[in-house]
């Protein structure tokens, strides 16, 4: 069982820079590939950005490459996510999510799920 918390969200304007934190809660934290979701009104669910248990894989949607970078503490049971250059179109709620499955796009592949967290940008 993982519990996932976020925070670090807010209204920035465009150009601005965020960082979202998760706080995972579970022994078994080191070994699931976490995930950064996002959630605009109207839309769909939407992948951001992954990362591997040991870090050592990562993966980005087009939109967000270059400027988004994922990372985690297995110490710390925390995984990060840095926004820079944000955009309007970047507004959503963000989700932190952990699979035990595997590494995917695919929110069904994801067993636990955050609150979420608003983030706002504005132009």
């Known amino acids: 069982q993982v519990q996932l918390v976020e925070s670090g969200g807010g209204l920035v304007q465009a150009g601005d820079s965020l960082r979202l934190s998760c706080a995972a809660s579970g022994r078994t934290f080191s070994s699931y590939t976490m995930a950064w979701f996002r959630q605009a009104p109207g839309k769909e669910r939407e992948f951001v950005a992954f990362?591997?248990?040991?870090?050592?894989?990562?993966y980005y949607t087009d939109s967000v490459k270059g400027r988004f970078t994922i990372s985690r503490d297995n110490a710390k049971n925390t995984v990060t996510l840095q926004m820079n250059r944000l955009k309007p179109e970047d507004t959503a709620v963000y989700y932190c999510?952990?699979?035990?499955?595997?590494?995917?796009?695919?929110?069904?592949?994801?067993?636990?799920w955050g609150q979420g967290t608003q983030v706002t940008v504005s132009s």
């Open positions: 999510a952990a699979s035990s499955y595997r590494q995917s796009f695919d929110p069904y592949e994801y067993n636990y």
């Open positions: 990362i591997s248990w040991s870090s050592g894989t990562t």
